[in-house]
């Protein structure tokens, strides 16, 4: 630390040091941390003031606490003039500028000391082995406040040794373990005390405990066996009804499947009287597509011709009645002589048919046996499917079966000289004849 009066007009400095420039056009004293500045030499005045963190070893000799025993303690401090705040930084350079670093540290070392004394002095020896931590706050708080009026921070503070030169420690610590010895040995005798006890008591509740256990295991044995009695009655029971009810199911869906099976042999049953109705239907319409019909027609067409005959023999009878009304007499003998031709005619065909031997009657019904068999059974011969309905009490052949078809055949056959007669009026000898 010095002053000077500059020969140049800049000066610099490190941010570990304050620059004062004081004199001329100052009313106060400029300070400066880690920079630069223009001084008019030999006018204005140059100091420095170091701002480097120092180390103080404080050491209380021999300083009586409150009950009058001396210790001896030493401490280690860390202080350094503040430069965050201008106040305190001209504070200490109102105090420091003119002092050495030396100087400084005894000024800082002897208030840490004085400090350290009197909270010394305001504790016990207990208090002050035993939390040093509280001694050191103490230390350092009322320190810093009066260090700070000077510009000068703690940083921080340590009790790093304490000294007991009477063995006032010693002392309390012999007197402490005699005391720590026989409540050892009362400890120890009261724990064998309460072990045996406990270990007693332990005994009888593990005891009691045991047969409790025990009694509480057959209880519950004996519930578990009740109850697996009763669930496996009730698992037995519900397996029964569940093969019960299966059973009854599988019957039911058995039974349904067989009333299906009826139902669909009915329906097919059904469907072939169906079939079978509609083919006798088809075979009906075919019969009298294939008899009825052109007999109908030939029918109506010989009707049809009739009529148109009448109305032609009408128109000419009407056209013609007087030619005809002068042949009248002569046709009429022409035809009553014809009508006894033909009647003649025809006498002489029934005798020729009397004359006819049985041989050639045969003959003749064998020749056309075969055309008649042949259209009768036409309709049967395109059928393809006859079923045949039967007595179960009637001996076969009997009114049922194929014969029963040969029959109807044959009946047909029989009757058709009969409808011959009635449809062309042949004579009934010659159809009794036909018969023999």
Sequence with gaps: MGCCCCKIGFITGGPNEAIVVSGCFRPKPKLLVGGWTFVCPCIQKIQRLSLNLMTLQVASPRVYTVHGVPLSVTGIAQVKITSNNEEMLRAAVEQFIDKTDKEIQDVARATLEGHQRAIMGAMTVDEIFKDRKKFSQQVFDVASTDLVNMGIQVISYTLRDIKDEESYMESMGQARTSEVRRDARIGEAECTRDKMIDTALSEEARTAARLLN???????????????????????????????????????????????????????????????????????????????????????????????????????????????????????????????????????????????????????????????????????????????????????????????????????????????????????????????
């Design 214 to 436: 025990d009694t509480q295991i057959e209880m519950y044995k004996r519930d578990f066996l009740v109850k697996k009695a009763v669930y496996d009655q009730e698992v037995e029971t519900a397996r029964a009804e569940a093969e019960l009810a299966y059973r009854l199911q599988a019957a039911r869906i058995q039974q349904r499947i067989e009333e299906e099976t009826r139902n669909i042999d009915i329906v097919e049953r059904i469907k072939q009287i169906e079939v079978q109705e509609e083919e006798i239907k088809r075979r009906e319409k075919e019969l009298e597509a294939r008899i009825k019909a052109p007999a109908e027609a030939e029918k109506f067409r010989v009707e049809v011709l009739a009529e148109a005959n009448r109305l032609k023999a009408v128109h000419e009878a009407n056209a013609e009645a007087e030619a005809k009304a002068l042949k009248g007499d002569a046709e009429a003998f022409a035809i009553n002589v014809k009508g006894q031709a033909e009647a003649e005619q025809m006498a002489k065909k029934a005798d020729a048919y009397k004359d006819y031997n049985k041989a050639a009657k045969v003959a003749m019904w064998m020749d056309t046996l075969p055309l008649m068999a042949a259209e009768v059974a036409a309709p049967v011969a395109q059928t393809n499917s006859i079923r045949m309905v039967m007595d179960s009490e009637s001996a076969p052949g009997d009114g049922a079966g194929p014969a029963a078809l040969t029959r109807e055949i044959l009946d047909i056959m029989e009757s058709i000289p009969d409808k011959v007669t009635e449809s062309t009026g042949l004579p009934s000898y010659l159809v009794d004849s036909l018969k023999a």
